[in-house]
């Protein structure tokens, strides 16, 4: 089974990090491009950021310079470190392929607020 688990989201205020984490068991990890996407309840799932096999990064306009995507291959783990948060960062987050979605079973994300 290629599954995933998100975690490492809370209540921060404007301005502060989180670092999320993703956790994929099964489906060649190494060897997928992953990418981080969030959504909230009045839009739908976004593009966030994602990460080549290789190491290659790109980021979605509305993040760039603030977040920070990383991977270990050895522990099949996916990162996401967040800084300078807003509250329109405020979302439900997840991980999985990129481009294409759906690699993996989603997994139930991970919910950041950011609020004072």
């Known amino acids: 089974q290629r599954q995933l688990v998100e975690s490492g989201g809370g209540l921060v205020q404007p301005g502060g990090s989180l670092r999320l984490s993703c956790a994929a068991s099964?489906?060649?990890?190494?060897?997928?491009?992953m990418g981080w996407y969030r959504q909230t309840p009045e839009n739908e799932r976004e593009f966030v950021a994602s990460i080549t096999s290789g190491g290659d990064t790109d980021y979605a306009d509305s993040v760039k310079g603030r977040f920070t995507i990383s991977r270990d291959d050895a522990k099949n783990m996916m990162y996401l470190q967040m800084n300078n948060l807003s509250p329109e960062d405020a979302a439900v987050y997840y991980c999985n392929s990129r481009p294409r979605s759906g690699w993996y079973t989603w997994g139930q994300g991970t919910q950041v607020t950011v609020s004072s």
């Open positions: 099964g489906g060649f990890f190494r060897f997928i491009a």
